[in-house]
């Protein structure tokens, strides 16, 4: 595997579950994102880790939950999410936080009923 | 806060054709990526440019810092080119910021 992956690619889930978003990376890098993008909105920066350590949290609401057990490693924990949560969902990496290329994953595609 | 305002926002072309996007940012930054994002929704880095002119293929970009600015130009443009161009630009004062622009959506005819 190379580059950053993400999974599931495709979740649904309902308001009251709790499941998890998984990204991994694969480029030795020290800095992991999270981003949303909703429906005709741009991008937007929700968690930056460098080396596990959370250095910005852009007011997401606490039903996110990231963890970042490792510097390969970011995972996405949700739990009583709201139909307007559905969104792509992005992880990013770069070699360190601040001046460095971002390379993204896939996405997760998550639809709340 | 900064601004970061793509334009035109929606492009339609002919197989062949050339076109200029461009990207305004209000602020200081420290670096400026261009990204495509495809019909699946993967983006795919396409230029890594906080200042200067750098060319890869059919596409090249210029970014002029001082004035807040960033070109991407598609030469010669094909229908797999289709699907949303982001521009982005970070922002480290005091707090770290990554702002994406609204994008251009651009479909290329056969």
């Known amino acids: 595997e190379t580059g950053v992956t993400q999974t599931p690619r495709h979740l649904v889930m309902g308001m009251t579950n709790k499941k998890s978003l998984k990204c991994e990376q694969h480029?030795?890098?020290?800095?992991m994102y999270w981003y949303k993008q909703s429906a005709k909105k741009p991008l937007e920066l929700m968690f930056v880790y460098s080396l596990e350590e959370r250095v910005e949290n852009n007011s997401v609401p606490s039903r996110f939950s990231p963890e970042c057990p490792n510097s390969s490693h970011l995972f996405l924990h949700l739990h009583t999410l709201q139909p307007e949560d559905s969104a792509l969902y992005l992880c990013?990496?770069?070699?360190?936080?601040?001046?460095?290329?971002?390379?993204f994953g896939p996405g997760t595609r998550l639809t709340v009923l | 806060g900064i601004q970061v305002e793509q334009s035109p926002p929606d492009l339609i072309l002919q197989e062949g054709a050339n076109s200029t996007l461009r990207c305004n940012f209000s602020d200081s930054v420290n670096n400026l990526q261009w990204f495509h994002q495809n019909p699946w929704g993967q983006l795919i880095n396409l230029f890594y440019i906080p200042s200067g002119t750098k060319q890869n293929g059919r596409l090249s970009a210029t970014t002029v810092a001082t004035e807040r600015y960033s070109l991407l130009y598609i030469s010669s443009s094909q229908t797999t080119d289709s699907g949303v161009y982001f521009c982005?630009?970070?922002?480290?004062?005091?707090?770290?910021?990554?702002?994406f622009g609204t994008g251009t959506r651009l479909k290329v005819l056969a």
């Open positions: 480029l030795g890098h020290n800095a």
């Open positions: 982005a630009v970070e922002i480290s004062s005091g707090t770290y910021k990554y702002i």
């Open positions: 990013a990496s770069s070699q360190d936080v601040g001046g460095d290329e971002q390379f």
